[in-house]
Every structure is written in C-alpha cells, then in structure tokens.
C-alpha cells in the first residue's frame, strides 16, 4: 500500500526557517490533495495547510498564514511546506496526508486517505 514520506525536518532557531517534502512511497494512481498536519506536545493534532490537486488553490491555518507556502513539488502528489520566520509555537512532528479530490477545502483527518510517518520541527527561543 502506498504511503507518504515526508524529509527536511530538522531543529532551528526562532526566526529560521525549514522545508518539508513529501512525496509517495509507492504509486498513487489518482491525483491528490496535498496537505500537512501538525501534533505540538501535548496536543491534538492539527491542520496547518493544504493545495488542491491541481495546484491552484491553498488554504492555510491562520496560526501559520503568511509563514509558511505550500506548493506542489515535481512528481505526482508530492508536496513542499516552506516555513519561515518560525516561532517556538511551531514545534511540533508534522504529518503529511493525501485527500481525495473530492473532499477539497476539508481540514479534518477523516477526508485524508493515506499519512506519512511525521518529522520532527523544534524551533527554540
């Protein structure tokens, strides 16, 4: 079964900035959207951004709108979070997800199919 992995976390200072890429581990027939979702210690995890499987669409939380892009990589349903100007707030593992066409515009866990394993994001002050 195909599944999402995701690289480029990593531990930065407050203010830095870090990127994530996922890409799929096995072959995903249908085209995606791409999200990413976040769990801080202690916490429920959370959504933080998604685009649309064609790439014309974002949508983002507002804790991390106007930091952090979204954007389609190269390959099929492959995906790039760009964060910067990171806060201590923003520490956390994030998860990638793939949601079906269909559920566009959704931010809840139900309408993303397939996850990645999660990266560690540790931002200090």
């Known amino acids: 079964q195909a599944q999402l992995v995701e690289s480029g976390g990593g531990m930065v200072e407050a203010g830095g900035s870090l990127t994530l890429s996922c890409a799929p581990s096995?072959?995903?027939?249908?085209?995606?959207?791409m999200g990413w979702f976040r769990r801080a210690p202690g916490k429920e995890r959370e959504f933080v951004a998604v685009i649309h499987w064609d790439g014309d669409d974002t949508i983002y939380s507002d804790s991390v709108k106007g930091r952090f892009t979204i954007s389609r990589g190269n390959g099929k349903n492959t995906v790039i979070l760009q964060m910067n100007s990171l806060k201590p707030e923003d520490t956390a593992v994030y998860y990638c997800a793939a949601g079906i066409a269909p559920k566009w515009g959704s931010t809840s866990e139900p309408d993303y199919y397939y996850w990645g394993q999660g990266t560690q994001v540790t931002v200090s002050s």
């Open positions: 096995g072959r995903l027939v249908s085209s995606f959207n």
